[in-house]
């Protein structure tokens, strides 16, 4: 979503289908690490923002300890090495049988049933509204209106990136880091992204995330920044060959525009996965970034950017109010 902004970072948890902490062993540990204490088996729920059976998720609002929250439950998907484990221990109910054809419904193992889940507490209602199911409407801003009306905006409201800054000083997510470049120009931290579970390659999604302060989307590159943009597309791309086995050339590398948080990130993604928001309305691969900057280095503060913006967001109004719509 455009102009959304994650303003905290938001806790991970692994669960099963019975509400608690997933896979305990019995001795204090679950598969996936330390067992704790389930944060959700408090959440009164309100409303369902937003569900789909296409992408197994939904996104709950609701309350926790009387603080708002939001919740997002995702089935994870089926991974190929435990595949066989699930086809013999699980129970099978039949629904359907015609000739060659029958139907069941199979309950795996709580192990290998999980279901991810992402909690934000305390939710503002940015979060809230993120992940309402909203209209969409594309927009077409020019320079000029970057600099009227997009800019404007963004310098008048309260998007905190400090939970970026935690995990760029190490103060939050440092054992998640897959590679750091500490160089203050033009290194990043790479780490995974959090709608990745990391147990399998197929929906392989990595953020990389520039040291360098002040850049707060597309809108702001320059040819000065080809370094930077250079050394992410080099050296992130070595670091996922290197510790996932995957070539550059089936990875997607690319930047968002509106993006999420304005501070400067490129996603690297999985060629395989149709990661939420890589569609030509919003992502620009960072291989054309760097050849249009190479070719004017001015290339993303003059021409006109398409992207979409939700029916609730605060940004669509102002381009509405100014007659862009």
Request: glycine share 6%; net charge negative; charged share 25%.
């Amino acid at each position: 979503m455009a102009a959304a902004v994650e303003e905290s970072a938001p806790k991970r948890l692994k669960q099963d289908t019975c509400g608690g902490a997933g896979g305990d062993d019995g001795d204090g540990e679950t598969n996936g690490g330390p067992a704790i204490l389930s944060p959700v088996s408090g959440f009164k729920t309100e409303r369902v923002l937003r569900d789909s059976a296409r992408d197994k998720t939904v996104f709950v609002h609701g309350k926790m300890d009387e603080q708002e929250a939001v919740i997002i439950l995702e089935k994870t998907p089926i991974r190929q090495d435990t595949l066989e484990e699930m086809l013999k221990t699980s129970t099978v109910k039949l629904e359907m049988k015609n000739d060659i054809y029958s139907t069941y419904q199979l309950q795996a193992p709580p192990h290998l049933n999980e279901i991810k889940t992402t909690v934000i507490c305390p939710a503002t209602e940015k979060h809230v509204k993120k992940y309402l199911h909203q209209e969409t409407f594309l927009i077409e801003e020019s320079g000029d209106d970057y600099s009227a009306i997009t800019l404007p905006y963004i310098s008048s409201q309260s998007f905190s990136v400090q939970w970026v800054y935690n995990i760029l000083e190490k103060k939050a997510e440092a054992d998640r880091i897959v590679f750091e470049d500490p160089d203050p120009n033009v290194g990043f931290v790479l780490l995974p992204d959090f709608k990745w579970n990391q147990k399998q390659l197929d929906d392989l999604y990595l953020i990389a995330i520039v040291h360098r302060r002040g850049i707060k989307s597309l809108r702001d590159l320059t040819s000065d920044d080809l370094p930077l943009l250079r050394n992410i597309q080099k050296k992130g791309l070595e670091a996922v060959q290197k510790h996932y086995s995957i070539p550059p050339s089936k990875l997607r590398v690319y930047l968002h525009y509106q993006p999420s948080y304005y501070h400067l990130h490129v996603h690297i993604t999985s060629l395989d996965y149709e990661a939420p928001g890589c569609g030509v309305e919003r992502a620009h691969l960072l291989s054309d970034v760097i050849q249009n900057l190479q070719a004017d280095s001015r290339y993303y503060r003059s021409r006109t950017i398409t992207f979409p913006l939700r029916a609730d967001d605060a940004l669509l109004l102002k381009f509405r109010e100014a007659g862009k719509l």
